[in-house]
């Protein structure tokens, strides 16, 4: 999956030699996707070569408490805590002919950030996270004809980022700054023990978060998947044989691509931060994939 832009004149501060170059800093590359699969990089749009992302707020993770109050007892108590929706506020600096071009550059970067759907934003300097976003404002500070200063509000509803690349596909793009440990993490097995790591700041929980958690099992028998770490565990009460594939797709069991949820018995999965250790009953000549995507607080 392509993120960022191939270009191999991507803008940057210039160099010795360089002297047609008027860039005295490193841009920061924005990419966007509706879908978090075909990204199309500000780099790439050619309305907006002279425009250039120069900062953009970490996010601090907003804490939405709910209280409630109990008869004549003095103070509240807390109802629930989650996760609030936050702004994320983009820095970018145009260079313009003229008026005209500076009217037209604003109406380019507008139309590349204002979408009907919600879509992803990610950062080449922002540590393999994506954020899901919409947008909120877009203003313009004109310094005179010939550059201006653009702030967009972007809000990051869903309160949390997220790795751009589930885990199963992890090592396809750098990942520092997502927490990997040193030795080579696996989600691909072939046992019928294994520790699944979750390196995300968050836990993956498919029934109250709607997380997405995809795990994929071939083999042979009635398989039960228990993670031990958090307790939970589906049945799968119908036996799979040779070519059967049985897939738990958040709380949606499968199997060979239809529903399936009168052949197990209603169990879940959650991953817990950290290693969750996995054991697999029941099925013999297994092999089992675990996707979903880390989730981190800012």
Excluded at 122 to 129: I, V
Excluded at 150 to 175: D, K
Excluded at 211 to 236: E, H, K, Q, R, V
Excluded at 252 to 272: C, K, V
């Amino acid at each position: 999956m392509k993120v960022f832009s191939e270009r191999m004149d991507k803008p940057h501060a210039y160099l010795f030699g360089e002297y047609t170059n008027p860039l005295g800093f490193d841009p920061i590359e924005l990419t966007l996707s509706e879908d978090g699969q075909d990204w199309q990089s500000i780099f790439d749009n050619s309305n907006l070569s002279n425009v250039y992302l120069i900062d953009f707020d970490w996010l601090p993770p907003v804490i939405a408490d709910t209280y409630r109050t109990a008869g004549t007892r003095d103070g509240q108590q807390l109802a629930s805590s989650r996760l609030g929706q936050r702004d994320l506020v983009l820095k970018f600096i145009a260079y313009c002919y003229d008026d005209a071009d500076e009217k037209l550059t604003f109406q380019s970067l507008s139309n590349f950030l204002i979408r009907r759907h919600n879509y992803w934003v990610a950062f080449d300097n922002g540590g393999g996270r994506m954020y899901h976003v919409r947008e909120k404002t877009i203003t313009a500070e004109y310094y005179d004809d010939k550059m201006m200063m653009v702030t967009a509000t972007l809000n990051n509803f869903t309160g949390v980022a997220q790795s751009i690349m589930p885990s199963t596909h992890i090592n396809e793009m750098p990942n520092i700054g997502l927490g990997s440990p040193n030795d080579t993490v696996n989600y691909l097995f072939s046992t019928s023990e294994f520790d699944v790591n979750n390196i995300g700041e968050l836990p993956v929980d498919p029934l109250v978060q709607s997380d997405y958690l995809d795990i994929t099992l071939t083999g042979i028998g009635s398989p039960t998947i228990a993670n031990t770490t958090t307790g939970d565990a589906i049945t799968c009460m119908r036996p799979l044989k040779t070519g059967d594939t049985f897939k738990l797709i958040g709380v949606n069991p499968q199997i060979n691509g239809q529903a399936a949820g009168i052949n197990t018995d209603n169990g879940i999965i959650r991953l817990a931060n950290g290693n969750n250790h996995f054991k697999i009953t029941g099925c013999q000549d297994l092999n089992c994939a675990v996707s979903f995507y880390f989730k981190y607080l800012n």
